[in-house]
């Protein structure tokens, strides 16, 4: 079972930048999907950007130029680079994981086949 637990978030000014960090307990998978969703109060989750086991990534329309989505395998962690934040940006942050197949257009979404997630990370953005 693996277990993904997120770090960085916190509160910032818009305009400014955070690093969400999570921490795998394995990395050790030949193909996965790995992403970021975030979810605000009273809205629906969206998925942020996506990363595979081929280093293909793929990006939210709504944070294309601002975030950006790498791995450390030999570290077990996901990064997402956010700069230029927007208050709409705020939401509970969770890393989410599909250890079975690469991304897909489904992976970044709806979430599908992520059968894996942490618990969150709050991020707000203030104006």
């Known amino acids: 079972q693996v277990q993904l637990e997120e770090f960085g978030g916190g509160s910032v000014q818009a305009g400014g930048s955070l690093r969400l960090s999570c921490a795998a307990s394995?990395?050790?998978?030949?193909?996965?999907?790995m992403g970021w969703f975030r979810q605000a109060p009273g809205k629906e989750r969206e998925g942020v950007a996506t990363?595979?086991?081929?280093?293909?990534?793929n990006y939210a329309d709504s944070v294309k130029g601002r975030f950006t989505i790498s791995q450390d395998n030999a570290k077990n962690t996901l990064f997402l680079q956010m700069n230029s934040l927007k208050p709409e940006d705020s939401a509970m942050y969770y890393c989410?994981?599909?250890?079975?197949?690469?991304?897909?257009?489904?992976?970044?979404?709806?979430?599908?086949?992520?059968?894996?997630w942490g618990k969150g990370t709050l991020v707000t953005i203030s104006s």
């Open positions: 989410a994981a599909d250890l079975l197949l690469d991304c897909y257009s489904g992976s970044l979404e709806g979430g599908y086949g992520m059968d894996y």
């Open positions: 394995e990395y050790t998978y030949s193909t996965y999907c």
């Open positions: 990363i595979d086991s081929t280093g293909s990534t």
